[in-house]
């Protein structure tokens, strides 16, 4: 989620980034080998909330090359 704000990009969330809310998904539209594995504290969330494998919990992850997302913010 860091990543996003520091680019201007808007997301959503009420946790500011704790890993609580789900709020900040983001879809992965190209790239998705270029994210950190999803952390134990995202499992958790995935547990409550299912999501598709594109869709990754923003505050979780860490991006590691190029990535073409869209947050579905707007």
């Known amino acids: 989620m860091q990543a996003l704000l520091d680019a201007n990009i808007s997301v959503a969330?009420?946790?500011?980034?704790?890993?609580?809310?789900?709020?900040?998904?983001?879809?992965?539209?190209?790239?998705l080998d270029n994210l950190s594995p999803r952390t134990e504290t995202e499992i958790e969330l995935l547990d409550r909330n299912p999501l598709p494998p594109?869709?990754?919990?923003?505050?979780?992850?860490?991006?590691?090359?190029?990535?073409?997302i869209d947050t579905g913010y707007w």
Do not use: A, F, P, W
Request: hydrophobic letters at 25%; proline letters at 0%; a neutral charge.
């Open 54 to 68: 594109e869709k990754r919990v923003s505050c979780q992850t860490q991006i590691t090359g190029d990535i073409k």
């Open 13 to 31: 969330s009420s946790c500011h980034g704790d890993g609580v809310c789900c709020k900040c998904v983001i879809t992965i539209i190209e790239g």
